[in-house]
């Protein structure tokens, strides 16, 4: 290849000026036709920046209330959640969407600038048995290993209490049909979290959060699945356990102190028979186990996890399980994922005087190579001053330490211009990190689950191709993206 190339030069050199062998065009790059803009007919007042972050660019691109061109019937419905963003050959993008009150999955296609045309819907409350479908995790050859393939688990409403794997790719007129990964088992499963496939060269591991809300005992426990790279049918699932023999209830343990954890093999996957092999095997129990991700970057970073207990106040439950909410790393075995690890509070919500004293239900995480951001669902109780406020979503510095909040749901703007009002907490969730996807640095896709905000004409903003629209849920979300927040 030098050879021919230098023969070119040598030729471009003799014929002089009358011929340029240069071609600027070739050298340019191709521009990135994503322009960001705010695309919803709803106003851009719900995110209100804290300060520090004033930088920040924010875009309301859809809402419940939006009408998409390529198809005008589609309603963006009730409590989105979880989601994944893949960029399609044509240059379109298509964005799965849990619908976590109508118990389905979306699927929303927008064109090269990032513009939402179309939506319908590819998993609906028939094939999910009218479960919701909360927390999701979109598998993809770049950071898995195989895929494309979107996860969800059935939490609450129905029965099918299980982990469920979709075609992104599938057609709407599947979407009464679900593909059910039986042997991750059967949880109030808020989500199903494959990490990095640099984390084990030769195994998949997928994490489970079980956010069940037992208000006597802690029972929400961390299962994970172990199988050969790429296999999620055939491998073992596992429990996480306490290696201290001290550590009973999650609140026996200290912020920032580092404890040993193992994990035990089960059997069992029905959701009530492994709720009881867990506690006999002496699974841990967290007061509503929510939301994972793991840390990006080299293979050490992603044997890092972290997650979101969301806490739940109950009497009984004082001196076992978190109130306001925790954070936790779980590091895992360099060598084997069902080795010794150790697990670590890094943010406690009930230390009244600590960094995440204003921890109000921390929810939802995302992590990136440097920051964990964490989203709130406020369960209703701001019991201190530090803790009355809206939904905030917070950053912390993995290097460093230090909590920052980001942004807070502006319900006192959004109830002044008609949306909503301020006794229903806005839940902020779904935030995924986009930027390698749309060619555009330190950016986000997030949401919010407007509680409280329905159509003004009595109606529902529930799609029929989702769930019976009798009896939803009736409220509005909103999906924005975020634009400047490092990663």
């Known amino acids: 290849m030098k050879k021919n190339y230098l023969a070119v030069i040598g030729m471009c050199a003799a014929l002089g000026t009358l011929v340029s062998c240069n071609n600027d065009d070739d050298n340019k790059a ?25 930088n920040l660019n924010i875009y309301n691109i859809l809402s419940s209330e939006d009408v998409l061109e390529d198809s005008p019937a589609f309603v963006y419905g009730s409590m989105a959640d979880g989601a994944g963003l893949l960029k399609n050959d044509d240059g379109t993008f298509s964005l799965i969407n849990n619908i976590e009150a109508d118990y389905a ?6 064109d090269e600038t990032f513009k939402p045309v179309k939506g319908e819907y590819i998993l609906n ?15 993809t050859p770049q950071e898995h290993g195989f895929g494309p393939l979107y996860l969800s688990g059935g939490e609450w409403g129905g029965s099918s209490k299980a982990v469920f794997a979709t ?92 404890y ?57 439950l004082v001196g076992k399980g978190t109130i306001y909410g925790r954070v936790y790393k779980l590091v895992l075995n360099e060598n084997d994922p069902t080795g010794a690890g150790t697990l670590t509070c890094i943010l ?13 239900s921390p929810d939802n995480i995302t992590v990136t190579e440097n920051y964990v951001y964490i989203q709130e669902d406020p ?45 229903k907490m806005w839940e902020i969730t779904g935030m995924i990190d986009i930027s390698d996807i749309i060619g555009k640095d330190n950016t986000f896709a997030i949401i919010t689950q407007n509680h409280g905000w329905e159509p ?28 400047g927040l490092e990663r």
């Open 456 to 483: 003004a004409d009595g109606s529902a903003f529930t799609d029929p191709n989702a769930t019976t629209v009798e009896g939803s849920r009736k409220e509005g979300s909103m999906l924005y993206v975020i634009e």
């Open 30 to 54: 191709t521009p990135n036709p994503v322009e960001l803009a705010n695309h919803s007919t709803s106003p851009n007042i719900m995110l209100k920046k804290a300060s520090g972050f004033s």
């Open 348 to 360: 406690d919500g009930d230390k009244l005087d600590g960094i995440a004293k204003a921890f109000h």
């Open 167 to 258: 075609d992104p790719f599938r057609s709407a007129a599947d979407a009464s049909t679900a593909n059910i990964l039986t042997k991750l088992g059967q949880w109030t499963c808020e989500n199903a979290v494959p990490i990095g496939k640099d984390a084990y060269s030769d195994k998949t591991v997928v994490f489970i959060g079980d956010d069940q809300g037992d208000n006597t005992t802690p029972s929400g426990q961390l299962g994970m699945y172990v199988g050969n790279s790429g296999d999620l049918y055939g491998g073992q699932l596992y429990g996480l356990k306490m290696s201290d023999a001290s550590i009973n209830f999650e609140m026996d343990m200290t912020e920032g102190q580092s």
């Open 105 to 110: 999955v979306a699927r929303i296609t927008f």
């Open 379 to 423: 369960n209703g109780y701001a019991d201190t001053p530090d803790k009355t406020h809206y939904a905030r979503l917070y950053q912390y510095n993995i290097s460093t330490g230090a909590l920052k909040t980001v942004l807070e749901c502006d319900q006192d703007a959004a109830t002044a211009a008609g949306y909503g009002n301020t006794d």
């Open 260 to 316: 040993p954890v193992e994990f035990v093999s089960l059997e069992e996957t029905e959701v009530d028979l492994l709720d009881a092999e867990c506690k006999n095997k002496g699974v841990m129990g967290f007061s509503r186990l929510e939301d994972i991700d793991w840390r990006r970057g080299s293979a050490a970073n992603q044997r890092e996890i972290y997650f979101c207990v969301t806490g739940r106040k109950k009497p009984d």
């Open 125 to 139: 409350s028939a094939a999910t048995a009218g479960t919701a479908q909360c927390s999701g995790t979109l598998i």
